[in-house]
Nanobody, 123 residues
Framework: QVQLVESGGGLVQAGGSLRLSCAAS????????MGWFRQVPGKEREFLAA????????YYADSVKGRFTISRDNSKNTVYLQMNSLKPDDTAVYYC????????????????WGQGTQVTVSS
């Protein structure tokens, strides 16, 4: 069992930046590929980024490539999402998750999820 808690969301103006954190419980955190997703009411949850256990490999959705950066600190059991050049379309609830099986890009490939943190980007 892994428990995930996201933080760092809030209200920011367009063009601004935020850094989200996802703190994980459990000694096996470093074994997991971790992912970030977001969801807008009425829409499916969207993959944003994933990072391998070592941090050597990262994967991004085209919609955030070049603006968002995923990283992790296994000594702190924490994964981060640095978000720059934010746009109003980035407004959503952001979730982190542990990968279980399958493609890193698919929501159903992830097993444990946090409760989410709201990000609102004003124009």
């Amino acid at each position: 069992q892994v428990q995930l808690v996201e933080s760092g969301g809030g209200l920011v103006q367009a063009g601004g930046s935020l850094r989200l954190s996802c703190a994980a419980s459990g000694r096996t955190f470093s074994r997991y590929v971790m992912g970030w997703f977001r969801q807008v009411p009425g829409k499916e949850r969207e993959f944003l980024a994933a990072i391998t256990w070592s941090g050597d490999s990262t994967y991004y959705a085209d919609s955030v490539k070049g603006r968002f950066t995923i990283s992790r600190d296994n000594s702190k059991n924490t994964v981060y999402l640095q978000m720059n050049s934010l746009k109003p379309d980035d407004t959503a609830v952001y979730y982190c998750a542990t990968h279980y099986s399958g493609s890193y890009f698919f929501t159903q490939s992830y097993k444990y999820w946090g409760q989410g943190t709201q990000v609102t980007v004003s124009s």
